[in-house]
């Protein structure tokens, strides 16, 4: 484990690189108008190929690299906070086995919403892994070592403070692709996540749609209320994004109707890979669903997610990272990517401009 003053040196040292990186891919696309305002790459969970997902260092390393939007997956605590995790549990990114070991429920998993952010702060933040015979396994083995340094769980205004900061430290204009997390699990904790998420929208200033945010969520009914009564209620107007899972909306998505239906409540979809391409596809016979062209006839943009440069994550059809993002940019003309690797898909755009 870094010490204090190993660890303070340790993010001097990668945020001060992150930044002057981030500078020069600015420079290079600074041309009038950004490339991103055709291609975005959305930083998924940060740069989290490098660093722990949702850690602010991932954040600022996102930002450096040249990401156009930033995503903060978004849950809540016992009082009333919404900070940046992905899941509404701790069990994969955090030490609180260790620190809480009597604080599981019936299931075993340790909830956010059971402690208070005070609590919540005295938590190591690692790389994501699975448990198996006790051992701690990486998810994906080349990343981040495990229980490596101290990373922290953040609130959402944290990070809001920092991309808000760095834009205009910077002079740049990224944006924030926030997600609510199991709208539905929180109401029936006695929570409405989706008003506070939106209150605090508010107060730092993203309140219509020309503003540099998509507001996503995998529950079309909790969606389509976001749409129809709070943003009315809160004088508000953002992008929203209907996240899409093949198991849940992989049948529906393919009925007569069913884009148009999302036309009406949100701005965008976010589909899984599998649900633009066949996963039967192979290299020179690729197979599309048709959904990318149903949903710009809607007007919806569409970001699908999640692109890595990982063997394991390249389908059967693509030969390699680069081949896949040329698939779904150009060949069937998503509009951005989720991606774990900002960097690699900003060289990419800038090399397919020249």
Excluded at 60 to 88: C, F, K, S, W
Aim: proline share 3%; glycine share 6%; aromatic share 10%.
């Amino acid at each position: 484990m870094m010490n204090s003053y190993k660890l303070f040196r340790f993010f001097s040292r990668l945020i001060t690189i992150g930044l002057c990186s981030g500078f020069l891919a600015n420079s290079a696309l600074s041309h009038g108008a950004d490339l991103s305002d055709k291609k975005i790459v959305i930083a998924h969970r940060g740069a989290s190929g490098y660093l722990p997902e949702h850690t602010i260092a991932a954040k600022a390393m996102a930002y450096a690299m040249g990401a156009d939007y930033v995503e903060q997956d978004l849950v809540m605590t016992r009082d009333d906070r919404i900070i940046v995790l992905h899941d509404h549990h701790l069990d994969q990114v955090t030490n609180v086995r260790d620190v809480f070991p009597d604080r599981a429920r019936k299931d075993g998993k340790y909830y956010v919403i059971d402690f208070t952010l005070a609590e919540l702060e005295k938590l190591s933040v690692i790389e994501r892994f699975e448990v198996s015979d006790g051992q701690h396994t990486p998810v994906f083995k080349d990343r981040f070592p495990l229980e490596e340094s101290k990373f922290k769980i953040h609130t959402f205004e944290e990070e809001i403070e920092l991309v808000q900061g760095l834009n205009k430290s910077m002079g740049r204009d990224i944006g924030i692709y926030p997600e609510i997390k199991s709208a539905d699990f929180h109401r029936q904790e006695g929570k409405d996540i989706s008003r506070a998420v939106l209150k605090i929208l508010k107060a730092y200033g993203y309140t219509k749609k020309t503003d540099k945010i998509y507001l996503q969520s995998f529950e079309p009914p909790e969606l389509k209320r976001i749409h129809d009564d709070l943003l009315p209620e809160m004088g508000m107007d953002i992008k929203l994004v209907q996240l899409l899972w093949p198991a849940d909306d992989g049948e529906w998505i393919k009925k007569k109707g069913s884009i148009k239906e999302i036309a009406e409540y949100a701005d965008g979809i976010g589909p899984k890979m599998s649900m633009i391409i066949s996963e039967e596809s192979v290299v020179g016979n690729i197979q599309t669903t048709g959904l990318v062209s149903r949903a710009h006839a809607a007007g919806l943009v569409v970001h699908p997610y999640t692109f890595r440069v990982e063997n394991t994550e390249i389908p059967a059809y693509a030969e390699n990272y680069t081949d896949l993002l040329h698939i779904f940019l150009f060949q069937f003309g998503v509009d951005g990517v989720f991606t774990d690797f900002t960097d690699r898909t900003v060289d990419f755009l800038k090399s397919s401009s020249k």
